[in-house]
């Protein structure tokens, strides 16, 4: 009984060291600032607990700021060493972007995707040729294949992946086809909404957005200065808002005005020249306006109109004065003397048929790159102020440098073989280094 007694004691004596040792240790672990341990502390809890059910939301669901942060950190990271190895954009090169595409995921329906084959306007030769419309996604309005399939412009997926494909290019601006808000071109819907959002991806690679206007319905000098106002007033300050430096020294917006040859230069004149009463010059919505050169007679309208440039777009080379190729020179020189910009336009290629079945004299081949390659150097030998690409996506036209990719279909595809998708715009990418080069060499 004494054994027992004494081992009760012993036992009664450790646990009690036990506890003793074990209030210590946790003692020496409490944070000094624990609200546990300071007055102070009482008061504070309530505050970081409705804190914490801020971040929470109603649903005390965790707490993901930090981790969202951590994310979008590691995301900014990566996308800065992806452009890292590229190219510096090249914002001398401009490339023509339509955001007219749209797929029944983002818009309930394709959308250009499907455009109507054209009939020719003489009706005994229109009926010699197919009419209706295409069947998306495996027949689309294009003689290529898209690499990210019949997608939507408004897809931010595939604004990343243009905007990695310009990149890869080094272009540096897009002139984005326009129309006024709740207008559209005859076979699309309105696309303006679309621009802020391509705003925000442009500017996370570095790439600039000018604005190309197209000829809208009822398009005059009176509704032209609103929708200039418009686009700078909604637009003008955002940083990928692409703004060129006069020999002034003024940083101005830049307008493509596609078709411009459809207003008269008086028009024109009302809004462009400084003498008129109701002109945009020298007010806050002044910009550098750049007409389309098609007809050799339009040099004297342009210069009467009072545009501060002209470019020439068209990708056929020989379908127009202002696309034939001879001719660039000469241009050149005339843009000199009248203090206008010159801005040549190369592609591709070009082939329509899929939408205009009858247009076979337009079609130039591509030749594997060369018909590319022999246009930029035309354009390189007319030391232009700028070289604009006709185009990243016209896919209609077959113009666009955008990665194409073989198709399997009853539909039969032209593709990019024996070269590979990014094939043009490893071209443009040498192009523009070579510009870049060419241009430093004339300013010295």
């Given at each position: 009984m004494a054994r027992f007694r004494r081992k009760s004691c012993i036992t009664l004596i450790a646990l009690v060291l036990l506890v003793l040792i074990v209030t210590v240790v946790l003692k020496a672990f409490t944070p000094e600032d624990s609200p546990s341990r300071s007055p102070a502390g009482v008061e504070l809890l309530p505050v970081q607990k409705k804190e914490a059910e801020i971040r929470r939301g109603s649903d005390n669901k965790p707490d993901e700021t930090k981790m969202n942060e951590s994310a979008q950190s590691e995301k900014d990271a990566q996308l800065e060493a992806t452009l890292r190895r590229f190219p510096p954009p090249n914002y001398y090169v401009h490339a023509f972007y339509y955001t007219w595409f749209g797929s029944p995921k983002f818009d309930g329906k394709f959308i250009h995707w499907d455009h109507p084959q054209l009939p020719h306007w003489d009706k005994k030769v229109a009926q010699g040729y197919p009419q209706g419309r295409h069947s998306p996604p495996d027949d689309i309005g294009a003689n290529f294949y898209p690499a990210l399939g019949a997608y939507s412009s408004r897809d931010p997926s595939v604004i990343e992946a243009h905007m990695q494909q310009l990149r890869t290019a080094a272009i540096g601006v897009i002139a984005v086809s326009w129309y006024p808000p709740n207008m559209k071109d005859d076979n699309g819907e309105p696309t303006d909404d679309i621009v802020p959002l391509l705003l925000e991806v442009a500017h996370k690679f570095h790439i600039k957005v000018a604005f190309h206007i197209e000829p809208y319905k009822g398009r005059d000098e009176v509704n032209m200065f609103t929708n200039v106002k418009y686009i700078?007033?909604?637009?003008?300050?955002?940083?990928?808002?692409?703004?060129?430096?006069?020999?002034?020294?003024?940083?101005?917006?830049?307008?493509?005005?596609?078709?411009?040859?459809?207003?008269?230069?008086?028009?024109?004149?009302?809004?462009?020249?400084h003498t008129e009463s109701n002109s945009i010059r020298d007010t806050p919505y002044d910009a550098i306006f750049i007409a389309l050169l098609v007809e050799e007679k339009h040099k004297r309208d342009i210069v009467t109109a009072g545009f501060d440039g002209v470019y020439t777009y068209f990708a056929t080379n020989g379908f127009s004065y202002g696309s034939t190729q001879r001719h660039w020179d000469s241009i050149r020189a005339y843009c000199e003397d009248n203090n206008l910009i010159f801005i040549p336009s190369v592609g591709p290629g070009y082939i329509d048929t899929s939408v205009r079945p009858w247009n076979f004299q337009n079609t130039r081949n591509r030749i594997n790159g060369k018909y590319y390659e022999t246009?930029?150097?035309?354009?390189?030998?007319?030391?232009?102020?700028?070289?604009?690409?006709?185009?990243?996506?016209?896919?209609?036209?077959?113009?666009?440098?955008?990665?194409?990719?073989?198709?399997?279909?009853?539909?039969?595809?032209?593709?990019?073989?024996?070269?590979?998708?990014?094939?043009y715009l490893e071209i443009t990418r040498k192009w523009a280094v070579i510009f870049g080069g060419e241009r430093r060499k004339w300013q010295q």
């Amino acid at each position: 009984m004494a054994r027992f007694r004494r081992k009760s004691c012993i036992t009664l004596i450790a646990l009690v060291l036990l506890v003793l040792i074990v209030t210590v240790v946790l003692k020496a672990f409490t944070p000094e600032d624990s609200p546990s341990r300071s007055p102070a502390g009482v008061e504070l809890l309530p505050v970081q607990k409705k804190e914490a059910e801020i971040r929470r939301g109603s649903d005390n669901k965790p707490d993901e700021t930090k981790m969202n942060e951590s994310a979008q950190s590691e995301k900014d990271a990566q996308l800065e060493a992806t452009l890292r190895r590229f190219p510096p954009p090249n914002y001398y090169v401009h490339a023509f972007y339509y955001t007219w595409f749209g797929s029944p995921k983002f818009d309930g329906k394709f959308i250009h995707w499907d455009h109507p084959q054209l009939p020719h306007w003489d009706k005994k030769v229109a009926q010699g040729y197919p009419q209706g419309r295409h069947s998306p996604p495996d027949d689309i309005g294009a003689n290529f294949y898209p690499a990210l399939g019949a997608y939507s412009s408004r897809d931010p997926s595939v604004i990343e992946a243009h905007m990695q494909q310009l990149r890869t290019a080094a272009i540096g601006v897009i002139a984005v086809s326009w129309y006024p808000p709740n207008m559209k071109d005859d076979n699309g819907e309105p696309t303006d909404d679309i621009v802020p959002l391509l705003l925000e991806v442009a500017h996370k690679f570095h790439i600039k957005v000018a604005f190309h206007i197209e000829p809208y319905k009822g398009r005059d000098e009176v509704n032209m200065f609103t929708n200039v106002k418009y686009i700078i007033e909604k637009y003008g300050e955002h940083p990928a808002f692409f703004k060129y430096q006069t020999n002034t020294g003024k940083l101005l917006p830049f307008f493509y005005v596609y078709d411009s040859y459809l207003m008269n230069s008086e028009q024109w004149a009302k809004l462009l020249k400084h003498t008129e009463s109701n002109s945009i010059r020298d007010t806050p919505y002044d910009a550098i306006f750049i007409a389309l050169l098609v007809e050799e007679k339009h040099k004297r309208d342009i210069v009467t109109a009072g545009f501060d440039g002209v470019y020439t777009y068209f990708a056929t080379n020989g379908f127009s004065y202002g696309s034939t190729q001879r001719h660039w020179d000469s241009i050149r020189a005339y843009c000199e003397d009248n203090n206008l910009i010159f801005i040549p336009s190369v592609g591709p290629g070009y082939i329509d048929t899929s939408v205009r079945p009858w247009n076979f004299q337009n079609t130039r081949n591509r030749i594997n790159g060369k018909y590319y390659e022999t246009s930029l150097s035309a354009a390189l030998e007319a030391k232009p102020d700028f070289i604009s690409i006709t185009s990243f996506n016209e896919w209609h036209e077959g113009t666009q440098i955008e990665m194409a990719v073989p198709k399997a279909s009853q539909t039969q595809y032209l593709d990019y073989l024996p070269n590979k998708p990014a094939i043009y715009l490893e071209i443009t990418r040498k192009w523009a280094v070579i510009f870049g080069g060419e241009r430093r060499k004339w300013q010295q």
